[in-house]
């Protein structure tokens, strides 16, 4: 079992920045890929940006390529969300997920998943 924490989010003005932050515990978090995820009112959840076991590779959804940032610290058993530019339609719930030991994209290959963090970013 994996029980994830997240936290961080909040309100923000268009531009601005937030990082959010991800607890793991119940395994060995550096054994296992992790992602961010979220998930806007009427719409499916979708990818955001997911980070391998050691932290080597980084993939991102192209909405948010060059203002968000995935970076993991395997000795706090943390993984970080740092959001820069953020826009309007960046507001979601934001889950984070533990998956398998390859870094995949699709929320089908997440076994684990947080509460989520609300991200609201007004214009």
């Known amino acids: 079992q994996v029980q994830l924490v997240e936290s961080g989010g909040g309100l923000v003005q268009a531009g601005g920045s937030l990082r959010l932050s991800c607890a793991s515990s119940?395994?060995?978090?550096?054994?296992?890929?992790m992602g961010w995820f979220r998930q806007a009112p009427g719409k499916e959840r979708e990818f955001v940006a997911g980070?391998?076991?050691?932290?080597?590779?980084?993939r991102y959804a192209d909405s948010v390529k060059g203002r968000f940032t995935i970076s993991r610290d395997n000795a706090k058993n943390t993984v970080y969300l740092q959001m820069n530019s953020l826009k309007p339609e960046d507001t979601a719930v934001y889950y984070c997920?533990?998956?398998?030991?390859?870094?995949?994209?699709?929320?089908?290959?997440?076994?684990?998943w947080g509460q989520g963090t609300q991200v609201t970013v007004s214009s």
């Open positions: 997920a533990a998956g398998g030991p390859v870094l995949a994209s699709p929320a089908s290959e997440y076994d684990y």
């Open positions: 119940g395994r060995t978090f550096s054994s296992y890929a």
């Open positions: 980070i391998s076991s050691r932290g080597w590779t980084t």
